[in-house]
């Protein structure tokens, strides 16, 4: 999973990941990455919601397939 904010300013400090039933799947909290998070991550094939919280309170939700 890789997580590329929208400038190196922007600090990501959590990440959850849900399947389409709405389980969390995995979550990452506490990060404080400044500009990107790269971490290798084992997903049974599907669809998931990835969500992403910076410090600044910004919540976006992105849509991924992982396969």
Not at 22 to 39: D, E, I, K, P, Y
Request: glycine share 6%.
């Amino acid at each position: 999973l890789l997580v590329k904010a929208s400038d190196e300013n922007t600090t990501i400090s959590t990440i959850q990941i849900t399947d389409l039933s709405g389980r969390v799947v995995r979550q990452f909290v506490n990060l404080n990455a400044s500009g990107n998070f790269n971490q290798e991550i084992d997903l049974t094939n599907g669809i998931y919601l990835v969500t992403v919280k910076t410090n600044s309170g910004k919540v976006q939700t992105a849509k991924v397939l992982a396969r």
